[in-house]
T-cell receptor
Framework: SQTIHQWPATLVQPVGSPLSLECTVE??????LYWYRQAAGRGLQLLFY??????ISSEVPQNLSASRPQDRQFILSSKKLLLSDSGFYLC???????????FGPGTRLTVL | GENVEQHPSTLSVQEGDSAVIKCTYS??????FPWYKQELGKRPQLIID?????GEKKDQRIAVTLNKTAKHFSLHITETQPEDSAVYFC??????????FGTGTSLTVIP
C-alpha cells in the first residue's frame, strides 16, 4: 500500500531564516505530487504541482520554491521566511492514471 | 478557472438530523469531484468522490450529487452523529490533474 511521509511535523522559525520541508511517497511510482498551504481556519491553497522529476508548476507567486530531485521526493523551500509563511503545509499525491488524492500528515510552520 | 464556492461556511445540526453542503465550480472541463473531512490538527481524509459521468453516489450515511449542467455538487450526511463534527472540503480536479478546494464548512453535530 502507498504511504506518504512529511517532516518535520512542527517547526518554529525566525523571520528571514531558510526553510526546507520534505515529502516522500512509498509504494507507488511516478506519482503526481502537490504542496498545499492551509492558513489557520482557512481552506487549502495549491502552491506547487509536479508530474515528474524536475517538473514543477507554480500556482501563485510567492516566497517559496519547490523541487523534485527524485521520483517520490518533493521538497518545499524558502531562502528567507516571512511572517505570512506561517501555516499548515500539506503534501499530497495522486496517481497519474487514477483520480484520488491523498494527503501527508502535514507540517505546522510558525514564523516568529 | 479555479474558483470553487462552498456554502455554508458553518453548519450546526442536531444529532440525527441531516446536513447538506453545496459547492459550485467554474471549470467545465472538471471531471472528478472529491469530498474531504478534516478533523482539528489532522490531514484531510477522502470520504467520498464522484466522477463526471455519474450523477449520484452513496456510501452508507454519506451521499454526493453532481449536476454538471449547473456546475454544482453537494454532500449529504444523514443521521448525523457527534463524530461527524469536522471541517468538510469540496474539491475538483481538472484534466491537468490539478486539484482546487473550496473554503471549507465547519460542521457541528449537537448531541
Amino acid at each position: 500500500s502507498q504511504t506518504i511521509h512529511q517532516w518535520p511535523a512542527t517547526l518554529v522559525q525566525p523571520v528571514g531564516s531558510p526553510l526546507s520541508l520534505e515529502c516522500t511517497v512509498e509504494g507507488t511510482s511516478n506519482p503526481n505530487l502537490y504542496w498545499y498551504r492551509q492558513a489557520a481556519g482557512r481552506g487549502l491553497q495549491l502552491l506547487f504541482y509536479s508530474v515528474g522529476i524536475g517538473q514543477i508548476s507554480s500556482e501563485v507567486p510567492q516566497n517559496l520554491s519547490a523541487s523534485r530531485p527524485q521520483d517520490r521526493q518533493f521538497i518545499l523551500s524558502s531562502k528567507k521566511l516571512l511572517l505570512s509563511d506561517s501555516g499548515f503545509y500539506l503534501c499530497a499525491w495522486s496517481h497519474g492514471a487514477g483520480n484520488e488524492q491523498f494527503f501527508g500528515p502535514g507540517t505546522r510552520l510558525t514564523v516568529l | 478557472g479555479e474558483n470553487v464556492e462552498q456554502h455554508p461556511s458553518t453548519l450546526s445540526v442536531q444529532e440525527g438530523d441531516s446536513a447538506v453542503i453545496k459547492c459550485t465550480y467554474s471549470d467545465s472541463a472538471s471531471n472528478y469531484f472529491p469530498w474531504y473531512k478534516q478533523e482539528l490538527g489532522k490531514r484531510p481524509q477522502l470520504i467520498i468522490d464522484i466522477r463526471s459521468n455519474v450523477g449520484e453516489k452513496k456510501d452508507q450515511r454519506i451521499a454526493v450529487t453532481l449536476n454538471k449542467t449547473a456546475k454544482h455538487f453537494s454532500l449529504h450526511i444523514t443521521e448525523t452523529q457527534p463524530e461527524d463534527s469536522a471541517v468538510y472540503f469540496c474539491a475538483y480536479r481538472n484534466p491537468g490533474n490539478q486539484f482546487y478546494f473550496g473554503t471549507g464548512t465547519s460542521l457541528t453535530v449537537i448531541p
